[in-house]
């Protein structure tokens, strides 16, 4: 998964296999952009606005 979802991904696997005795490990992908450079577009910080507000929602949904 990308850089800027992997969190939120990795929060939805560990609720999905909390107690299956499953190990899991969140590596984003290496063919993203440079991460370091999303606030120089328009388009990256719209893309980094729109993580934090569903992370906003799932964190709301008691995802921790």
């Known amino acids: 998964t990308g850089y800027f979802h992997s969190r939120r ?7 999905a296999f909390a107690g299956s ?4 490990d969140c590596y984003p ?3 993203e952009s440079d991460r370091g ?3 120089r577009l328009h388009s990256g910080m719209l ?3 729109v993580e ?3 992370m906003l929602y799932y964190f709301l949904r008691g995802f921790q």
Do not use: E, F, Q, T
Not at 9 to 15: D, E, F, G, M, T
């Open 47 to 49: 893309y980094v606005l």
């Open 52 to 54: 934090y507000i569903k």
């Open 29 to 31: 992908s290496a063919l």
């Open 21 to 24: 005795g499953v190990a899991l």
């Open 9 to 15: 991904s990795y929060l939805i696997y560990r609720r």
């Open 37 to 39: 450079n999303w606030w």
